[in-house]
């Protein structure tokens, strides 16, 4: 409670909401002691007065009636009328929403087809339908503006009651033979009571402004009685000549509308725990540059990554996903990244073309060098025309990662025509040659279906036909094959190594599955804690692995026909990256770690082609 | 999709028909006695026994209303008599009205409310977020009744940008220019807070769709980022939208009570606030239950946009 408190008052607006709704509520409490005029007692000689003059702040109204007075008393009826009606509405509604959700079956089925009609009309028409049948005045407003509210609570009351109506303790209190009522009143209430506190806060500013609303329309509170409504009623055909009659009462019900509003949200967004951990963001079209360091030279790689650095920054944290990572492919070439979950794998392959979620996501140093060129910090049009036509992507989990309501056609075209100026037939035909190329049976049926009308394996082809609509350069593919089984792995995997072999492709491919690596890899890279810790030819690494870390890694992997040889996992967990300690990262976890392990950062270094960052490799390069 | 259109209609029946009993029920807690209500404690005993037999006020509650019902059905929704002419008349003329309002003030709200939101989303917390946010803000917590009356006060009589009040001028007006100039400060000041209430939840739904990996992968092959926000994320975040749209709907059609008082707008809300306060009930009776099943209709319209817009939906 005093989290959600402090996390409430944390949000300024929804503070000075509190303030607002606050000190109004304060005044219209000690508003019978303050030295006032009585709000009814007409003086016609003083009528509109204007404000600030002596003997009346808020001066006089057409019937020289003291406006401070009647704003204050109007308030209080206001305020207590709409916060009747919230509360009688509450009652009503939850106790229907209640029964309904309770007794199930053909009660709640009644009950809620009762509650569907009543919310089929917009709501004024059932409150003037009411007025109009019991006569205007401000108790029949009353009656009316709750009346209508009543659905909306036994809507909401009813749905939480049927989540706990099957619970245990509820099964629990029937077999005690409790009965219906004291089932009702001992156990469900108390659990669905913060549930109508809570739709009761956002809809009370609601009900106030409804009140005031019927009331200006002349079919609530009756003179000399008056409520804001009324007063801004009566204002109206003085409105012209004088307007401060009107605006007096019309600022009030504004400010006590808009804190009730922001209370209300705030009350919202302190119970919603994704907008909590400030999830809810990825809205930019590329990551975030802010490199403070000199930019590394360019080199003659097809596509180069130079001691590329990713941070994410949540709150006042930086977590350093990826802390200078360099690495390169040639046309041809398949480079495998290796590494568990958390390693930074996935960051760096994503910061090539700046597509890290940001913000959080920020780079803040090193290059990624296509042909040479810079593309962190090149502006977004370089950058999208690249994206897909020279540097294509294969994303792990298909059926998010196509869009839901495109076909599949469509989504392939629109990777060719975002990049190639060529007719909608043209791109359609293409697309199904995309899909024969990966090998979709019936590929002219299957280019008008949507994403979900498709295997899991159909969809990996759909999105490895995407990546290579532009015959790109350099494909990027991140776990690719991790959410198939192991037939269609395969099939994927076999088909990518054909085609780069037939087209000269470059790929980097990004695992954690060491079987994979060795099977299509030329050259692999084993990633720990957003670094680089071993690299070398995948045969190499496989025969003699240096770090002790890439030696544990391939121990994990399960040999088929090895018998039932205990699988060594590595004890403990990657290192949370925003708090690394000096030394290399995956010493607390080693047992050859010493104590100039944790002194000091450790060099990439050995002969080429591989190399280890290690103190004490298992094998001398 | 034609069998779901028709799916829909038919369940609509008994939505009417609902709605028909729920207002003769509240019509029927009238306290005392009918006639005397509606006609007032001067009406002459002949004016009351007539309109208890036109009302059939003489036969039993089940029956009356089937008669009731049965009589809507034709057409005759009974006579009004402060206007002394068939309700269902009055209520087609005045509904007519009520619908250029409240139909341009929601096509504003729509368009308005989705542009602004999405705007929001794609600059998240950059300045024209914040701008629109407080913008939102105000919006909808301004009274619409309230927010006509300082528009009046200052675009029409201040700035006399705009006329004052009423649908056509008085003299030398009646074409579509004078109905347009007659029509914008209503249509915004009626807009404002769906527009507020639209523009929250695009920019929620934007945000949410916009961090979906789909939209990564559309950035990822090089799509225009003006088409990933327009084509790829509006177009999942419409899903859930488009039936706050028809939520929206109906409070447009409730807020154009205040604003056709307000403007002198000659609508059926003013025509049904008018027909209280002169205890006109069968007027109040048959524009309601009109205005309700033109909004029924109104919402299987949004359903069926719906289905058209996500194919995962089973039609």
Request: charge should be neutral; proline fraction near 6%.
């Amino acid at each position: 409670m005093s989290a959600f408190l402090t996390l409430l008052f944390r949000n300024r607006l929804a503070a000075m909401g509190a303030v607002v709704i606050g000190a109004i509520l304060l005044l219209v409490l000690i508003t019978p002691l303050l030295p006032l005029q009585d709000p009814d007692v007409t003086a016609t000689a003083d009528r509109f007065k204007r404000p600030f003059t002596d003997g009346s702040v808020l001066g006089t109204d057409h019937l020289g009636r003291d406006l401070l007075s009647r704003l204050l008393y109007g308030t209080r009826l206001s305020l207590t009328v709409g916060v009747a009606a919230a509360l009688i509405a509450a009652t009503i509604g939850s106790a229907i929403g209640i029964i309904a959700g309770y007794f199930g079956g053909r009660t709640d089925n009644i009950i809620m087809r009762i509650v569907d009609m009543l919310m089929a009309f917009p709501y004024i028409l059932l409150a003037l339908a009411i007025v109009a049948a019991l006569g205007p005045g401000l108790m029949n407003a009353l009656i009316a503006v709750a009346a209508v509210n009543v659905p909306f609570f036994a809507r909401n009351i009813r749905g939480i009651t049927v989540g706990l109506a099957n619970r245990e303790f509820i099964d629990a209190a029937r077999l005690a033979g409790m009965g219906h009522t004291r089932i009702i009143l001992t156990e469900l209430l108390p659990n669905v009571l913060p549930v109508i506190v809570i739709a009761m806060s956002t809809t009370v500013g609601w009900m106030i402004l409804e009140t005031a609303g019927l009331s200006f329309l002349g079919l609530g509170s009756q003179p000399p009685q008056a409520d804001l409504g009324s007063m801004l009623g009566e204002a109206r055909s003085a409105m012209i000549s004088h307007p401060h009659t009107s605006i007096v009462p019309g600022i009030m019900i504004f400010l006590i509308v808009m804190s009730i509003n922001l209370l209300g949200d705030g009350v919202r967004d302190a119970l919603d725990p994704r907008l909590r951990s400030g999830a809810l963001s990825r809205p930019r079209a590329t990551t975030l540059v802010d490199r403070k360091d000199d930019i590394p030279a360019a080199t003659d790689d097809l596509l180069a990554i130079q001691d590329l650095q990713t941070q994410f920054h949540v709150g006042k944290r930086n977590y350093r996903a990826v802390g200078g990572v360099s690495l390169a492919v040639k046309p041809g070439e398949c480079l495998g990244v290796i590494g568990e979950s958390g390693s930074g794998k996935s960051v760096t392959a994503l910061s090539v073309m700046g597509l890290v979620a940001s913000p959080p996501g920020v780079i803040t140093g090193g290059a990624v060098r296509f042909q040479g060129q810079d593309l962190i910090g090149a502006p977004y049009e370089t950058l999208r025309q690249k994206r897909g036509d020279r540097v294509a992507y294969i994303f792990q989990d298909p059926l998010s990662t196509l869009h839901p309501l495109y076909r599949v056609g469509q989504q392939l075209a629109e990777a060719i025509q975002s990049h190639h100026k060529i007719s909608n037939a043209k791109a359609r035909s293409r697309a199904i040659q995309l899909l024969k190329d990966v090998r979709i049976p019936n590929a002219q049926s299957r280019v008008d279906n949507y994403p979900h009308e498709m295997s899991g394996g159909m969809r990996q082809r759909v999105g490895i036909a995407m990546a290579l609509a532009n015959e790109p350069d350099v494909i990027i593919a991140d776990e690719p094959t991790t959410a198939l089984d192991v037939t269609v792995q395969a099939q994927i995997l076999s088909l990518l190594d054909d085609l780069r072999r037939d087209r000269g492709l470059a790929i980097i491919f990004i695992t954690h599955d060491f079987g994979v690596v060795a099977q299509l890899c030329d050259r692999v890279a084993v990633m720990y804690a957003g670094q680089i810790v071993e690299e070398g030819p995948t045969q190499a690494v496989l025969d003699a692995p240096a770090h002790p870390y890439t030696k544990r890694l391939i121990a994990c992997v399960p040999e088929l026909g090895g018998g039932r040889r205990a699988l060594a996992a590595i004890p403990g967990l990657p290192p949370v990256v925003d708090d690394l300690p000096p030394g290399c990262a995956f010493a607390p976890r080693c047992d050859k770690a010493q104590e100039s392990c944790r002194n000091g950062d450790v060099p990439l270094q050995g002969p080429a082609p591989r190399a280890v960052r290690c103190l004490f490799p298992e094998e001398a390069l | 999709m034609g069998g779901y259109i028709v799916k829909r209609l038919i369940s609509a029946v008994p939505v009417l028909l609902g709605i028909t009993v729920i207002v003769f029920l509240i019509m029927s807690m009238i306290p005392g006695d009918p006639a005397t209500a509606i006609l007032g404690s001067y009406a002459t005993p002949e004016n009351v026994e007539r309109l208890n037999r036109d009302l059939g006020l003489d036969k039993p509650v089940v029956q009356r209303y089937f008669i009731w019902l049965g009589n809507m059905l034709t057409g005759d929704f009974g006579r009004s008599f402060s206007l002394n002419r068939p309700v269902i008349d009055e209520v087609l003329e005045r509904f007519n009205a009520t619908l250029i309002l409240a139909g341009t003030s929601f096509v504003l709200c729509s368009i308005l409310g989705i542009l602004a939101g999405v705007i929001s989303a794609a600059r998240q917390y950059g300045f024209a977020d914040k701008a629109i946010t407080f913008v939102v803000l105000i919006g909808i917590s301004a009274p619409s009744f309230f927010l006509g009356m300082m528009m009046i006060l200052l675009f029409a009589v201040n700035l006399r940008w705009f006329p004052v009040s009423g649908m056509y001028a008085i003299y030398g007006g009646g074409d579509l220019p004078d109905l347009i100039r007659h029509l914008i400060m209503p249509a915004l000041a009626l807009a404002a807070v769906a527009t507020g209430v639209i523009a929250r939840l695009s920019r929620s739904a934007m945000l949410e769709v916009l961090r979906q990996d789909y939209i990564r992968t559309a950035r990822a092959k090089g799509v225009p980022e003006r088409r990933v926000i327009m084509g790829h994320a509006l177009r999942v975040a419409m899903v859930s939208i488009i039936p706050v749209l028809g939520i929206q709907a109906g409070f447009v059609l409730s807020g154009a009570v205040y604003i056709e008082i307000v403007f002198q707008w000659p609508g059926v809300g003013r025509m049904l606030v008018d027909a209280i306060l002169t205890r006109d009930l069968l007027l109040v009776q048959g524009g309601v239950v009109f205005v309700a099943a033109c909004y029924v209709l109104f919402n299987i319209a949004v359903d069926v946009a719906q289905s058209l817009l996500d194919p995962r939906i089973k039609t």
